[in-house]
């Protein structure tokens, strides 16, 4: 793990204009469609952000559960119902202004039994001192 955090910049121009199809979201089902402001492909070992994304599940859609090793894992829930699963396997109902957090290595999932969309925003991050920060 880097010792420092590099600063990221999003342009708002460049905030979420790729719209991008991902079927069964990995151990899901039905489809997540997520417009990317960053994608962890980009990410250097010394940048926080990860991926930040405004994400879609359509009604039966599912993000399975799953767990990322060194990073968080934020939804912030803009519009739409849905129901989040902890680790433990407790659901929780989530839904506008609702934000659900996963620390590194905890299972989590998310899914959309509503007929609306249930859209949110995705934040997986690592946390890592900001340069020149101090304990």
């Known amino acids: 793990?880097?010792?420092?955090?590099t600063t990221q910049y999003f342009p708002v121009s460049a905030q979420f204009e790729k719209d991008v199809e991902k079927a069964?979201?990995?151990?899901?089902?039905?489809?997540?469609f997520g417009?990317?402001?960053?994608?962890?492909e980009a990410a250097t070992q010394d940048q926080?952000?990860?991926?930040?994304?405004?994400?879609?599940?359509?009604?039966?859609?599912?993000?399975?559960?799953?767990?990322?090793?060194?990073?968080?894992d934020t939804y912030i829930i803009l519009s739409g119902e849905g129901v989040f699963t902890d680790g433990a396997g407790k659901?929780?109902?989530?839904?506008?202004?609702?934000?659900t957090i996963a620390g590194p290595g905890e299972s989590h999932a998310l899914?959309?039994?509503?007929?609306?969309?249930?859209?949110?925003?995705?934040?997986?991050a690592k946390n890592i001192p900001v340069k020149g920060q101090t304990k």
Do not use: C, Q
Not at 35 to 40: C, E, G, I, L, Q
Not at 51 to 58: A, H, S, V, Y
Not at 111 to 124: G, M, P, Q, S, Y
């Open 1 to 5: 793990m880097a010792k420092e955090g």
């Open 24 to 32: 069964g979201a990995g151990k899901g089902t039905g489809i997540l």
């Open 35 to 40: 417009r990317f402001a960053f994608r962890r």
């Open 48 to 72: 926080a952000i990860k991926e930040i994304g405004r994400m879609t599940l359509k009604k039966g859609a599912s993000i399975g559960m799953h767990k990322h090793a060194d990073n968080d």
């Open 91 to 99: 659901e929780t109902v989530v839904g506008p202004r609702s934000v």
């Open 111 to 124: 899914r959309n039994d509503k007929d609306e969309d249930l859209v949110f925003i995705d934040l997986i």
